[in-house]
């Protein structure tokens, strides 16, 4: 049985595919401050949590 390994931390891009969310979506909730983000280098990444907490406080449908 194959098991599934969860990530610690996404990129933008990596995050729009985890999440099924356009990049743009997640630029503007970083942007807005809904979203938060580490540095590291240049890059921008999202902690796993963080993610899901953002998922979490969208409304609901």
């Known amino acids: 049985m194959e098991s599934i390994q969860q990530k ?3 990129t933008p891009q ?3 595919q985890f ?11 970083l942007k807005r401050g ?3 983000a580490r540095k590291f280098g240049r890059k ?6 963080d993610a899901v907490a953002w998922l979490k406080s969208l409304p609901e449908a």
């Open 14 to 16: 990596s995050l729009s």
């Open 44 to 49: 921008n990444l999202i902690l796993h949590e």
């Open 34 to 36: 809904d979203l938060k």
């Open 19 to 29: 999440a099924d969310v356009g990049k743009t979506r997640i630029f503007e909730a």
């Open 8 to 10: 610690l931390a996404y």
